[in-house]
Nanobody, 124 residues
Framework: QVQLVESGGGLGQAGGSLRLSCAAS????????MGWFRQAPGKEREFVAG????????YIADSVQGRFTISRDNAKNTMYLQMNSLKPEDTAVYYC?????????????????WGQGTQVTVSS
């Protein structure tokens, strides 16, 4: 079992940047594919980005393609989401999630472990 804790959220300005971190503990981080999801008020949880166990394979949702980058440091048991060129529509609670598989998946149903979420608010 792995525990996940997100950090780095907060208030950002349109056109600015934020970097989210997801720290893992309690199990071998490298055995999990990881994902970032977000949920805005009144909306369903949405896939943002995913990364394979090794970090060699990544997938970015069309809505953030070219602006967001996902990465992981298995030596530090941490995953990151670099968010550039922020837009007000990026405002949401961002969650990191882990699944016991090599590759990520875009469906939240395939992730067993979740962090508590971190709020990102982008002002115009």
């Amino acid at each position: 079992q792995v525990q996940l804790v997100e950090s780095g959220g907060g208030l950002g300005q349109a056109g600015g940047s934020l970097r989210l971190s997801c720290a893992a503990s309690g199990s071998t981080f490298v055995t999990y594919a990881m994902g970032w999801f977000r949920q805005a008020p009144g909306k369903e949880r949405e896939f943002v980005a995913g990364i394979s166990r090794s970090g060699g394979s990544t997938y970015i949702a069309d809505s953030v393609q070219g602006r967001f980058t996902i990465s992981r440091d298995n030596a530090k048991n941490t995953m990151y989401l670099q968010m550039n060129s922020l837009k007000p529509e990026d405002t949401a609670v961002y969650y990191c999630a882990a699944r016991d598989a090599y590759y990520m998946d875009k469906s939240p149903a395939y992730y067993k472990y979740w962090g508590q979420g971190t709020q990102v608010t982008v002002s115009s």
